[in-house]
């Protein structure tokens, strides 16, 4: 009965898991978009210091299918960092080509091997002789007759 209820457990955890993984690859597939169709890029959503959702200046509109951005910061220009110098790197040197080893020589065939010698019959076992029968066994002598039981006394 335990075995039971522990493979039921077990397909329930599994049958869970398969669903949140579902959802999961679901969700990733999914894009932000604005009211006018444009997706909003991911890194959009998050800031330095926090979400820009958290912000008190955005005002979200939700419904049962749909969130809407009714009001939000304009968004300043973004500033692009310079970035560094690309270091030239040394080229990797060429793997060694390593040789193709001889094929296995094949095997030579094992001799054949002689057959087995034929086995004589087994020589065949005499009668065992007939048991005599066991002679008679006299009857028993006949026993005494037992004497009279004297009558039991009175009880109170």
Do not use: F, H
């Not at 006018?36 to 419904?63: C, F, I, W, Y």
């Amino acid at each position: 009965m335990k075995k039971k209820w522990i493979a039921y457990g077990v397909t329930g955890a599994v049958g869970l898991g398969l669903v949140a993984g579902g959802a999961s690859a679901m969700a990733a597939q999914m894009d932000l978009r604005t009211t006018d169709g444009a997706v909003v890029p991911g890194g959009a959503l998050t800031g330095k210091n926090g979400s820009l959702l958290e912000s008190p200046s955005v005002t979200l509109s939700v419904t049962d299918t749909s969130v809407t951005v009714v009001s939000a910061p304009t968004p300043r220009s973004a500033v692009t960092p310079q970035t560094a110098p690309t270091v030239q790197t040394a080229p990797t040197p060429r793997s060694v080509v390593t040789p193709q080893t001889a094929p296995t020589p094949q095997t030579a065939p094992s001799p054949a091997t002689s057959p087995s010698p034929v086995t004589p019959p087994s020589p065949v076992t005499p009668a065992s002789p007939v048991t005599p029968a066991s002679p008679a066994t006299p009857a028993s002598p006949v026993s005494p007759a037992s004497p009279v039981s004297v009558a039991s006394a009175p009880s109170n």
